[in-house]
C-alpha cells in the first residue's frame, strides 16, 4: 500500500506531515485537494479512512469474526464488504468538501473507530475524516500571527455547577494591554458541545487568517454548551446507542430540553459577566455578537435576539430564517446575518428573507454556501462571512 | 434506574453536576467516593458505565446482534453477559481509584463505545472511567485562581511541520505583566500524545490548588507528542486494531521510533526557543524542569538528562531509576525525582535508588503511589508529589 501512495502524496506534502494527526487543529491542508491521502485524523500512521484524488473515501475495518459491519456517513448506514483477511471495505461515492462525522455498526452496534480521533456530534462520539477544498485556504493553519486559545472553566450560579469553555483571544490581545476587544459567542448545533467550534468548525484558524489579511478586527470568541441544568431540571434522554437507552422523555421534558430558559440565565448572569472581569473586553451591545448553527440558531433568538441592549449583531446558521416582526427593537440591530448550504431546504428562501429585513430597515445579510449541506462547511464558511461584517 | 440512583446521589451533589461531562475536566469529584455514580465522562446523560460505592464498575452496551461482546479494562479483556433485552452487562472487580483507559469488543472488533468521551491511549482512541478518590481533592476543580491552559501551534524547521501544544500559565501571569516564570516540559506516556497531562492528567488543576495553598511556585507547563519525524523518516506502524494492520516495522524503524534523537532536535531548537519568544520565561537551566512518565521518561533522559546546561530538575514517572552514573554533570543537577505506582515492578527498588544518587551528591527523591498501577493515579500524585520541590 505504501509503494502505490508514497509518490503521489510525496508530491504534496513531507512524509512527517501525514503521519500523526494532533488533535485535528493541524493536519488539514488545502493543498491536499485532488490527491489521495491518508485521512488527517487517522492516528499513529492508520492508512484508512483513505481519501481518494476524486474525493471518494475507502475505509477498512478489522472484524474477522463480525457478521456484518457497516461504516454511517453523518448517519447513513452503508454495507461494507468482508475480506478473505477478515478486513471490511467500503469505498464511498464523492463526498462534499471540509469535515464529516462517521462511526461504525459492528453487527448492529454503533461503535466507534479507535484507529481515528474522535469528535463529539450527533449525541455521541464520532469519528471523522476531511475532504480538501481547494478553496479551503481560509482555515489552514499558516504562517501569520496566531491567537491564543484558552480552556477556561468557571462557576454558574445559576446551575450551582461549573462550566467549560473555550475562548479565542486575537493576535495581539496579550501584548496590546491597554485595548479592549468586541466579544462574539458562538453557539454549536444539537448533539455537540463547547468543543466543536474549535475542532471542527477551525474558528481560530479562520480569524487567524481574515485579521492577518485586514478582513475581519480582532475580536475575542466565546464557545460553550448551552446544556444547562438547574437542580432538579431533568435534562435530554441519551441517544447514543452503544449506551442502554433511558425511558423515553415526557413532553414537559422534551419542552425544558429545548426551552433554553435556563441556559439564557447561565449566559446572561453567569458566563458573561464572567468574561468582562477575565478579558479586556468591551462592554456594550454594539461589540457583542452572537451566532449559531442549527439548534444553536434557537439559543441565539432565545438569548441574543431578545435581548437588544445587549447584543447587536446576530448570526443564524443552518437554521431558518428571521421576520421583522421577530425583531424588539429595530433601532438596535447592526446586523442579521443568516446563512444555509446550498444542499439544505431553506437555502432557497434565504435571499428574500434578507430583502424583508432590509425593506424594513435592518440591515440583513444571507448567504448561500455552495454544494454543502447541513455540515462543517457551510459553517466554516458562514463563519468566514460573517467576521468580515462585524464591529464595523 | 433513577429511583434507586437519585436518593444516594442527590446526598453528594445536585443532579445538574452529574449528566453532562465536559470535556473530563469539570465533573470529577472526590466527595463521590463511596457513592453509586454514573461514570463522569459518560456523554447526554448516559448511566452506564455506573461506579459502584465500592469501586466496583457496571457496563452496559447494547449489541442485540452480536456473538460475543467484552469490556477492555487497560487491555485485559472480560466477557459480557447477554440479556434479553440484547444489552450486554458486566460488573468488575473493585478497581483502583483514578481513571482508568476502557475500550469494547464487539465480536473480536476493538472498538469504541459512543455513549463516553474518548481519550487517547493505547496508541488508539480509548473510552475513560474514573474511580473517586477520598484523598483526590487535589485534583478536584475549586473555587481558587485558576491558570489558563492555551492551545498553540508553532512550526518546527527541524521536521518542517506544525506541531500542536498545550501550554498551562499560573494564576496571575496575564496581571503581573513584569514578572518572569519558570517552565515544566511534561511528557507523556507510549501511545498517548500532547492531550493527556491535560485530559487525564489533570495537570491545570493540581497546580492550581497547590499554587493556591502556597505549596508550589508559581510556574508554565508545557505539554506536547514526542512523535517527531524528519521527511524521509519513518513512524512506528498502528497498532490500532480497528485499522488494518500494517506491515510490521523492520529494526530500524523499530530503533528510530524510540530513539528521540529527532524529537531532542524538535524541543531544544523549535519548541523551547517558540516558549521562551512567546512566553515570559525565565530561560536558564536552574528555571528549567523536565518529567515524563513511562516512554516520556525515556524522552526525558535524552533530551534533560543529557542536557544538565538547559534543565536542572528532572522527573522520572514509572520508567525505571537513574544511577549516578547517567548523570553528566552532578554539579549542576538541583533534583532528580523518581516514582512508580506501588503495583508496579519498579516500587520496591526506588528508594535506594534515590540513597545511591544522594550518597554521589545529587538531590534526589523517590515516591511510591500508594496502592496503584501503570495508571494515571500514580502519575497525578507524582506531579503533586514533585511540584513543591520545583524551582526553589
Chains 1, 2 share one sequence.
Not at 284 to 305: D, E, H, P
Request: some cysteine; glycine content about 8%; proline content about 7%.
Amino acid at each position: 500500500m505504501k509503494r502505490i501512495l508514497l509518490p503521489v502524496l510525496l508530491t504534496a506534502l513531507s512524509l512527517s506531515e501525514i503521519c500523526f494527526a494532533q488533535t485535528g487543529q493541524v493536519l488539514i491542508n488545502s493543498n491536499l485537494a485532488g490527491t489521495v491521502h491518508p485521512n488527517p485524523y487517522n492516528l499513529y500512521g492508520a492508512q484508512f479512512p483513505r481519501i481518494e484524488a476524486d474525493g471518494r473515501v475507502t475505509f477498512h475495518f478489522n472484524a474477522p469474526d463480525a457478521k456484518k459491519v457497516q461504516v454511517a456517513i453523518a448517519n447513513v448506514a452503508f454495507d461494507m464488504t468482508k475480506g478473505e483477511d477478515g478486513i471490511w471495505t467500503y469505498t464511498s461515492e464523492p463526498q462534499d468538501k471540509g469535515y464529516h462525522n462517521y462511526w461504525m455498526l459492528v453487527d448492529s452496534a454503533i461503535v466507534v473507530d479507535p484507529a481515528t480521533n474522535a469528535f463529539i456530534g450527533y449525541s455521541h462520539m464520532c469519528n471523522g475524516f476531511e475532504i480538501p477544498d481547494p478553496d479551503g485556504g481560509f482555515y489552514d493553519l499558516k504562517d501569520v500571527p496566531h491567537g491564543n486559545v484558552i480552556i477556561k472553566n468557571y462557576f454558574s450560579k445559576t446551575i450551582s455547577a461549573w462550566r467549560h469553555i473555550y475562548v479565542y483571544t486575537p493576535p495581539g490581545y496579550e501584548t496590546n494591554t491597554s485595548t479592549r476587544y468586541p466579544v462574539f459567542y458562538l453557539q454549536h448545533g444539537g448533539g455537540e458541545d463547547e468543543r466543536v467550534w474549535f475542532e471542527m468548525g477551525r474558528t481560530n484558524l479562520i480569524l487567524d487568517n481574515l485579521i492577518a489579511e485586514g478582513k475581519a478586527k480582532p475580536f475575542i470568541v466565546v464557545m460553550e454548551t448551552s446544556a444547562a441544568y438547574k437542580p432538579g431540571e431533568v435534562p435530554p434522554q441519551p441517544r447514543a446507542a452503544g449506551a442502554r437507552p433511558a425511558t423515553p422523555p415526557d413532553s414537559t421534558q422534551r419542552r425544558r430540553a429545548f426551552s433554553f430558559d435556563t441556559y439564557k440565565d447561565v449566559m446572561l448572569n453567569d458566563m458573561i459577566p464572567f468574561i468582562d472581569a477575565n478579558f479586556r473586553t468591551l462592554k456594550n451591545a454594539n461589540s457583542r455578537a452572537m451566532a449559531g448553527l442549527s439548534m444553536g440558531t434557537f439559543v441565539t433568538r432565545v438569548v441574543a435576539l431578545a435581548t437588544p441592549d445587549k447584543f447587536a449583531y446576530l448570526g443564524i446558521f443552518s437554521g431558518g430564517s428571521i421576520a421583522p416582526t421577530d425583531v424588539p427593537d429595530k433601532s438596535k440591530v447592526k446586523l442579521i446575518f443568516m446563512s444555509f448550504g446550498s444542499r439544505e431546504r431553506g437555502a432557497d428562501g434565504l435571499k428574500d428573507a434578507a430583502e424583508t429585513l432590509k425593506k424594513a430597515g435592518i440591515n440583513a445579510v444571507s448567504y448561500v454556501s455552495p454544494l454543502t449541506a447541513h455540515e462543517w462547511q457551510s459553517w466554516r464558511r458562514s463563519l468566514y462571512q460573517m467576521a468580515p461584517l462585524l464591529f464595523k
